[in-house]
């Protein structure tokens, strides 16, 4: 048999001209997968069925720590599930996480309403908020992210593993079709 060739079961021999090009997720690997997002009580909170799969820029925080460390070494295909306490998710709520923020660092304060989501723009920037209470010319928020001190249950497939670019890993994100213009 040729050096270039393999042999299956019925005798075919199959020329070896391709290298495997199977690649895991791994830092510096750029990883597209879906998820479902559910509570404890099974409840979905967030589903990216609807839309094109979600890509990230593995190894470089751009996701939760348990959910990186759960999707590490899979390839594209994988199915699986992980459970993500909030150590490793979003943190434990904290009670004192409350700042009062003058109006002018909203968009349209002038409808906000008590327990309504809202992002804030910060120097380090956008953060998302709850409003607590609305004064005359402040803003009391709720700072915990709104999955704090919850574990997580997500369904993952992998759906893509690629190389990032130099330009993605210098940036630390990915860019997507056609580069990305900062």
Do not use: W
Not at 52 to 59: D, N, Q, S, T, Y
Not at 152 to 167: G, S
């Amino acid at each position: 048999m040729p050096k270039n060739a393999a042999n299956d079961e019925t005798g075919y021999h199959a020329p070896r001209f391709f290298k495997d090009t199977h690649m895991q997720a791994e830092k510096d690997k750029v990883v597209s997968f879906h998820y479902r997002l559910s509570d404890d009580a099974d409840a979905e909170v967030e589903n990216s069925r609807a839309r094109a799969p979600l890509e990230i820029l593995f190894g470089h925080g751009n996701i939760i720590p348990g959910l990186e460390q759960a999707i590490a070494g899979h390839d594209a295909g994988d199915r699986f599930d992980v459970v993500v306490p909030p150590e490793q998710g979003y943190g434990q709520r904290r009670e004192d996480f409350v700042q009062r923020v003058p109006k002018k660092y909203f968009r349209d304060p002038e409808h906000l309403q008590p327990g309504m989501p809202t992002v804030l723009s910060t120097r380090d920037g956008q953060r998302s908020v709850i409003v607590l209470k609305i004064g005359s010319s402040v803003v009391d928020v709720d700072l915990n992210h709104p999955m704090a001190g919850k574990t997580l249950h997500f369904a993952i497939e992998i759906t893509d593993v690629r190389e990032a670019t130099p330009e993605e890993i210098a940036h630390r994100h990915v860019h997507g079709a056609g580069g990305h213009d900062h």
